[in-house]
């Protein structure tokens, strides 16, 4: 079957250079973003996350920026390796609050290829 | 895969046929998730759970159901399978901390199905 890297689109770095993906996300009132790595064949991979009372967070190699007033969310990788590539895409958090039977759903992006040439 | 296996892996089956795929997870998660992956389009939320025998419907629910009697398994059944359904099943966890956020939901390997 077709790839899930099909149809999406793709950002293509050296080797070494910084990498900046970005998301624009739906929701204003969405309070939880995180992104997930998904590599050809496998489950999606959580990378990070932030709450939307920040506007920065680091990880290791990764950085997420949080523009809440343009409801924009970028994932900076530093350093890019081969093993970068992969999709990457966001997630919203939806959730409406808590009421025990309340669900927890989260609203995914298409998502970006990200393609490291050596 | 945050102690989440799949099973099958990978099926073929035939229009018309029931297929039950299983998702299975260690880490005693309350919440579990099915999401389907094709090319164009983003994850969508078939069905999930938030506790024993306690499901909701999600985005694309029609032709799915779903049951889950323990905590550890989450059972998605195709009652008569069509080639539309034909995808890159996900299994995701997760366990919200209390109050009104979500926790980081944590993906399975991922059963490819084809319908002929």
């Known amino acids: 079957g077709e790839s899930v890297g099909l149809h999406l689109p793709t950002l293509s770095v050296q080797e070494g250079d910084n990498s900046i993906i970005n998301c624009a996300y739906s929701n204003s009132a969405s309070d939880y973003f995180i992104w997930y790595k998904q590599e050809s064949g496998k489950g999606p991979q959580f990378i990070i996350d932030i709450r939307s009372n920040m506007d920065k967070r680091q990880g290791q190699r990764v950085t997420v920026l949080l523009n809440k007033t343009v409801k924009h969310l970028s994932l900076q990788i530093a350093a890019t390796q081969p093993g970068d590539s992969a999709v990457y895409f966001c997630a919203e958090n939806l959730a409406s609050g808590w009421s025990g039977g309340s669900n927890y759903k989260l609203t995914f992006g298409k998502g970006t290829l990200l393609t490291v040439n050596p | 895969d945050a102690g989440i296996t799949q099973s099958p892996r990978h099926k073929v089956t035939e229009t018309g046929t029931p297929v039950t795929l299983r998702c299975h997870q260690t880490e005693n998660h309350r919440y579990m998730y099915w999401y389907r992956q094709d090319p164009g389009h983003g994850l969508r939320l078939i069905h999930y759970?938030?506790?024993?025998?306690?499901?909701d419907k999600g985005e694309v629910s029609d032709g799915y159901s779903v049951s889950r009697s323990k905590t550890e398994d989450f059972l998605l059944t195709l009652e008569s399978a069509t080639s539309s359904q034909t995808s890159v099943y996900f299994c995701a966890i997760s366990e919200p901390l209390r109050g009104p956020r979500t926790d980081t939901q944590y993906f399975g390997p991922g059963t490819r199905l084809t319908v002929l």
């Open positions: 759970s938030y506790g024993v025998k306690d499901t």
